[in-house]
Structures are given as C-alpha cells and as structure tokens.
Nanobody, 126 residues
Framework: QVQLVESGGGLVQAGGSLRLSCAAS????????MGWFRQAPGKEREFVAA????????SYADSVKGRFTMFRDNAKNTVYLQMNSLKPEDTAVYYC???????????????????WGQGTQVTVSS
C-alpha cells in the first residue's frame, strides 16, 4: 500500500508562485511514475504533470508548459510541483498520484494511477 501526502497549497495572486510537495510512503520509490492532477469545481479531473522517478523524465499538459516544473528528491521519496506565473484558471484541488511499480515513462493516463493523495487546494485570485 502506498500513501501519498500533499502539502503546499494556498491562496496566491495571479502571476505569483506556489510549490506543492507530495511525500510517498513506499520503499521502491524509484519504480513509480508520479503524477499531478487537478480538479476544478464542476470539471473533470485533468492531468497536469508527471515524472519517472528513476530517470527524472517529465511530461506536462500543454496548459502548464513553461510555467510549471515537476521534480523529485528520491532520498526523501518526495515529488514537487513548482508553479510559476499562476493564472486564475489554475484554481483547483491538486492531487498527487502514483502509478506502479512500473517501468514506463511519465504519462497522463489517469486510470492507470493506482494511488492518490487527499488533495490540496490552490486558489489564484485575479
């Protein structure tokens, strides 16, 4: 069983930055693909970013490319989402997710993520 705990959400003005963290309780962290998804009120959950914890390769949704960066610290079993140039449309609950054990690359296929965190609220004011 994998437990994921997110932190770092909050309220920020448009143009500002936030960093989300996701700590995973798993021994074989390097064998997981980790992802960030978000869900705004009345909308479906959507892919934001993913990382292969073994080689650090990443994938991003077009809507966040150039503004968000996902990276990991394998020594701490933690992944991060650095969010810059935030926009009001980034407002959502952000969820961390884990797919694995898997040797595949980073991806946004929501149904393949087996474990989910509780979510953290990000609100961007205009």
């Amino acid at each position: 069983q994998v437990q994921l705990v997110e932190s770092g959400g909050g309220l920020v003005q448009a143009g500002g930055s936030l960093r989300l963290s996701c700590a995973a309780s798993v021994r074989t962290f390097r064998r997981y693909t980790m992802g960030w998804f978000r869900q705004a009120p009345g909308k479906e959950r959507e892919f934001v970013a993913a990382i292969n914890t073994s080689d650090g390769s990443t994938s991003y949704a077009d809507s966040v490319k150039g503004r968000f960066t996902m990276f990991r610290d394998n020594a701490k079993n933690t992944v991060y989402l650095q969010m810059n140039s935030l926009k009001p449309e980034d407002t959502a609950v952000y969820y961390c997710a884990a797919d694995g054990p898997s040797w595949g690359g980073p991806h946004g296929r929501l149904a393949e993520y087996d474990y989910w965190g509780q979510g953290t609220q990000v609100t961007v004011s205009s």
